[in-house]
Structures are given as structure tokens and as C-alpha cells.
């Protein structure tokens, strides 16, 4: 199967997606709004859908709400197909801050809307949006069926990882005990136009698009795998329809994408044309020292396979920023 049959696959479908005004669901939404209903369930704290040109389209619905408020979650999920869950608190800095808050979104936002969809017989697919943070600061070639790594409880940074592996945990309990048809996907640092937040390539990108100093932390050695957003939700929509993705996790990210981070910033410096400066500053919490998937298990069961290259990939994105998100810089 095909990114467009599994599009096809989906057709007519309603499909819900909590923390859908986020980055990566504002790319799944445009995938998919032409022939699917779509629900957003989201605060719009954080709003990558409106700039979007499909945010008013006719086949789209948002709620403002709470993931943790029971009510509206079970008026969110009323009629859903599809449930792609990827309300959340994340990135590094936010998370330092506001530990409790990010345990009781990720944790206790999960069970809400399990709890909500435990009794729907007519759901085909729940997925669990997690994070590669799970398995710590030194993976390579992380497997699903391997060991994950929970760090210090002094370091408010692994709050995120341990709420987010909860919420894996409590995904895959609702399948075992009542059946539910879950997947769990455990993304590998996403790229792309409409990011928001405090992703290392759009802050790049944007500081060297309005000539701002780049920021690396430490050396800038560490060592990441890059997936742009078009491949990533490629694999979200085949763990949505396939029947074998049912009762697994699966890295997702771009093992070939590889390279340090400052390496990294000066890929976007060359490819903007930028002279901005690179300065190196010290970070006060654990960082991730070296982060790449196995991809095998998406590869196997999803036919997952990602096309888009890292060079490519950065300069879709700058392209994009450039033209039409210079609002975001």
C-alpha cells in the first residue's frame, strides 16, 4: 500500500485529533480534511493550524477545550472513526518549568480520552502520540523491543519522557484488558513548515532568515536524526489504517538524516545564505547526547520508508519560512 491508498483507506471517515492546532496534526489535517470530517480538540495555546489555508475548510471542526476535562472530551470523541491523540505538553524548556503540569496533560489527558472511548465498539484505531525521549540520553538504533530509560528524578527534563511512557503503558493496558485497537508512535525530532514551539530547526532557521544569532547548545556534538513532517505523516496515516500496526509501537524518523547539531545550524546558515553568527551556550539540564531509531518495526508493519532527505528537507522549510511564515520568525 501507498501514502494515497491509505489516504483512500480513510476517506469518508471522521477523525478526531486532540492537540489538533499543533505542527505535525496541522500537516495530518491537510492531508486529509478534503475527504475526511476532521475534530480538533484543542486550547490554542499553542496555533500552527491558524495559519493554515484549511483552517476555515468545510469539512473541519474545532473545539476549544481541555484534554482533561471529561466533558468535552466525550463530546470530542461522539461519532470519531479515528482518534489520533497528540495533546501535550513538550519542549525541553516548558517542561523544566512546569513538571506537574506536564505529568498531569500527558498522563492524565491519555485516560480521559481512553476512559471516553472505552465502550466505543465502532472505533477502528486510537493512537498514543509519544516521544523518542523515552529512551533516554544515549540511544542508537533504539528498538521498539528494547529497554527505555527513565532518568533522575532530580531532573525535571525526564518528566516529559516518564509521562509520555506512562501514557504508552496505559495505552497498551486499554488494549489488553478491554481490546481497544491502539498503536503507539514515538517520533524521532519532526521538521517542517508550521513549526512552532522550540524545535532546533525552526529555531534555526528563523534566526538565520532575520539574521539573529544561531544558538548551540554546549559543542553543538550532539547527534540527531531528522524526519521531515511529510514523512512522518505518512506513517501516522498508515498506523491508521493498517490492521497491522494494532497493539504496537513504532519509531518513526530518518535514520539516514543523521548529523550533530552544529553541523545542523550550519547546514541552514549555507542554505539561507545567512551570515548570522553561531554562538555556544551552556545548558543547565541533561541533554541528549546521541538520538537514532531502528525504524524496522515501521518499516515492516507499516511499510514505512522515508523519502525526504535532510538537505531537501531544510530547504522545504526554509522555503516555506521564508515565503509564507515569515509571520513566525
Known sequence: ??????????????VLI???AGFI????????????????????????????????????????????DART??????????????????????????PASTLQVNLLGTHTVLNALRRRQSLKRFIDFSTSEVYGPHVFRASEQGMTTQGSVYQPRWFYA?????????????????GMPTACIRPFNVYGPYQYGEGAVRNFVAAALSNRTLVVHGEGEQIRSWCYVDDMVDAILACLVRTAAVGHH???????????????????????????????RRIRYPDVEVRVPSIAEAERRLGFRPRVDLEEGLSRTIEWFRTKGRAWL
Open 162 to 178: 516518564v509521562s509520555k511512557l506512562a501514557s504508552e503503558y496505559l495505552t497498551r493496558s486499554y488494549h489488553i484488558e478491554f
Open 1 to 14: 500500500m501507498s501514502a494515497r491508498s491509505d489516504r483512500k483507506a480513510l476517506a469518508g471517515a471522521r
Open 18 to 20: 486532540t492537540g489538533g
Open 250 to 280: 513504532f519509531n518513526v524518523g530518518n535514520p539516514r538524516a543523521t548529523t550533530a547539531t552544529l553541523e545542523l545550524a550550519r547546514m541552514v546558515l549555507r542554505l539561507t545564505g545567512s551570515d548570522a553568527p553561531i554562538r555556544f
Open 25 to 68: 496534526a496541522t500537516h495530518v489535517i491537510a492531508a486529509l480534511v478534503d475527504e475526511c470530517e476532521i475534530v480538533v480538540l484543542d486550547n490554542l495555546r499553542r496555533n500552527a493550524l491558524g495559519l493554515a489555508p484549511w483552517r476555515r475548510h468545510p469539512n473541519l471542526r474545532v473545539i476549544r477545550g481541555d484534554v482533561l
Open 73 to 98: 472530551v466525550r463530546r470530542a470523541v461522539d461519532g470519531a472513526d479515528y482518534v489520533l491523540h497528540m495533546a501535550a505538553i513538550a519542549g525541553v524548556h516548558t517542561v523544566v518549568h512546569n
